[in-house]
């Protein structure tokens, strides 16, 4: 089978078509013939060799896929032909495997495509959102990279509670789609420094919850923009370095900065992570939320794609199809 590999860490010229046998699935595992993988940053972060934990070269990246279960090993409470989409270790190829229970049910109305772009966006902008940041209607929030993959879910399921939404993008087309899930302040971070206009939009006070998957000075910034009492949830590091927040203005302003990994929270609070689930799906199904997916690439198109994202041309979910 075709797969992709990162055969060193570096650019996205890393990134090369091999050939690999076809996986058989382990004791409560499942085989997928793989549909669509979905793109993420953390996959470029793991490329780059920034990624805390991550695997070593030679290595097929990917962590999430949809498509129909293809093999059934032992114990695995799953039937053939099942439409699927999996939290994977590698998605990257023509077939993945996967854990029985990180697999969610694809819908006949969803496409492949649409799902690949759920897990990870949509658990990781619910989860910061609620479960880590504990956003109130009728609170402001600030989103960064609002047109990108957990950008687009996050703006969508703030507004959708109630909240005043203010949102970052470096161009008016991604200002555009994050106005129309529905950003109350779109903000052009090329233009305009962004703390002086949420400090603008506010009359100096502020926003109650930041989420920051940018780090580096954006995270310094950021804390510039929070009320008293307010919050950051710190997804993300995609400047390239992490954020340093200035324990004397924590203090002072009562403010709390607070850590979130899907993948390791996954493993840990299973529960916590994917309670959202079912009203997530509910909510896709229903139209009341969508899955923004930005632009297409074969398989074997993999470089091109993660230089798509760091060129920062995508808007929502980019994904790779077999």
Known sequence: MQVIEATEFGTSDALESADRDV????PGEVRIAVEAAGVNFADIMQRRGHYPGGPEPPYVPGMEAAGTVDAVGEDASREVGERVVAMTQE?????ATADASAL????EAMSFEEAAGFPVQFLTAHNTLFEWGGLEA????LIHAAAGGVGTAATQLASEAGAEVFATASTEEKLDLAERLGADHPINYTEADFAAAVD????????????DGIGGDTTTESLDCLAHFGRMVSYGAASGQPGQPDTGT???NNHRVIGYHLGQAVTRDPGRVLGAVPDLTGSLLAGD??????ETFSLSEAATAHQY???RKSTGKVVLTP
């Open 23 to 26: 996986p058989e699935p382990g």
């Open 91 to 95: 998605g990257y190829a023509e077939y």
């Open 104 to 107: 969610f049910d694809v819908p």
């Open 138 to 141: 009728d609170e402001r929030v």
């Open 200 to 211: 603008d939009a506010t009359d100096g006070e502020g926003v109650n919850l930041v989420l």
């Open 250 to 252: 924590l203090l002072f």
């Open 289 to 294: 939320l969508e899955v923004i997916v930005g």
């Open 309 to 311: 994202i760091e060129d």
